[in-house]
């Protein structure tokens, strides 16, 4: 394998990596409406400030969201909008395993 593909595949990882958690595709969801602040998204999540700065510089560095600084507060809003994309995919593909469990049963 090439290098460069092996780049590309090692930098795909860490995007997905970056959505692997419920909280981080909370703040996707959310994000795909309208920008937020992090208080907005702690209280939305149910976690303290912290742990929500955390995912949110996890998703940062993965290029997923960028924030702008509006007086005291941080805003998010989503860099990238195609990862909907991934998202929807993700929903069908749950939505498939799903209809194939329940038909095997029966």
């Known amino acids: 394998m090439e290098k460069t593909d092996m780049a590309r595949f090692e930098a795909q990882a860490r995007i997905i ?6 909280t981080r595709l909370l703040i996707v969801d ?3 409406r309208r920008s937020r602040c992090v208080c907005e998204l702690t209280g ?3 976690i303290d400030p912290s742990t929500m700065s955390k995912h949110l510089a996890v998703m940062k560095a993965a290029g997923i969201v960028r924030d702008e600084k509006k007086g005291l507060q941080v805003h998010y809003h989503l860099k990238t909008p195609c990862i909907l994309r991934i998202l929807d995919c993700a929903l069908s593909a749950t939505r498939s395993s ?3 469990t329940a ?3 029966w």
């Open 30 to 32: 959310e994000l795909s």
């Open 17 to 22: 990596k970056a959505l692997a958690h419920p």
């Open 103 to 105: 038909a095997a049963i």
């Open 98 to 100: 799903t209809r194939e």
């Open 44 to 46: 939305m999540a149910g």
